[in-house]
């Protein structure tokens, strides 16, 4: 009798496996027949005896019923949610240099200042490493920033603060990093090329200091002891 039992327990494990859903349908009854209905569009089901669907992901979609897989959205392009049932759901994602909702998809923004976006259909922004920037965004038209550039130091200059930058003249200064234009001297001050401060002018020239060629006689001859503070 023990054997019998175990050949009916076996029997019934056969008719519960065959009686499973098959791929595409789901039944929240245990997953089997005859309560097995198709998954609806924009959800499929990839494995036998489903108790429910899985939805599309972002950037695909399901048009038909009983659906065992999604289809991706054409490259470039995605969905705003899960569970699209359609390819027309499938909407052209954001360029990069520019930032979207789900899915990278419009409307599109540009990246705030120290930021950029070198791909399609992102999200957000990455930040720039230490001793790198972008300008920030710009008109209308501008198509956003997709890489960074060094920043100048302090002490130089350049377009929005970024490189190419060059030292500041002599008789000007920048003391922070990114400066888009070096700072001049007040009177009575003096700086060499390349300065992040300026330097009280003394009290005296000295001769020698009027004669000499290296960068600070010459600052403290042309700012200081000419009196040649409104330079250009």
């Known amino acids: ?50 108790v429910s669907c899985k939805a ?33 759901d499938c909407r052209e994602q954001c360029p990069a240099g520019l930032f979207g909702g789900t899915g990278g998809i419009a409307p599109c923004f540009k990246c705030a200042k120290g930021t950029f976006s070198d791909q399609v259909g992102t999200t957000q922004c990455q930040q720039c490493e230490v001793g790198k920037s972008t300008l920030p965004p710009a008109g209308q038209g501008d198509g956003g920033v997709t890489l960074c550039a060094e920043e100048c130091q302090a002490g130089r200059e350049g377009p929005g603060g970024l490189a190419p930058c060059v ?34 002018c003394p009290a005296t020239c000295e001769l020698a200091k009027l004669q000499g060629d290296n960068p600070v006689d010459a600052a403290l001859r042309d700012q200081c002891c000419l009196g040649a503070w409104s330079l250009s």
């Open 1 to 50: 009798m023990a054997g019998m039992e175990n050949l009916v327990g076996l029997k019934s494990f056969f008719e519960f496996i065959a009686d499973s859903c098959s791929e595409g349908s789901f039944s929240p009854l245990g997953g089997v027949r005859p309560w097995c209905e198709p998954c609806p569009a924009g959800y499929f089901s990839d494995a036998q005896a489903s």
């Open 56 to 88: 599309c992901g972002i950037g695909e979609y399901s048009s038909q019923a009983g659906s065992t897989s999604c289809d991706q959205c054409p490259s470039g392009s995605a969905t705003a949610t899960n569970g699209s049932s359609s390819a027309g």
């Open 167 to 200: 030292d500041c003249r002599p008789g000007f200064f920048s003391e922070t990093a990114g400066s888009r234009q070096c700072g001049r001297c007040e009177p009575g001050f003096y700086s060499i090329a390349g300065s992040t401060s300026c330097t009280g």
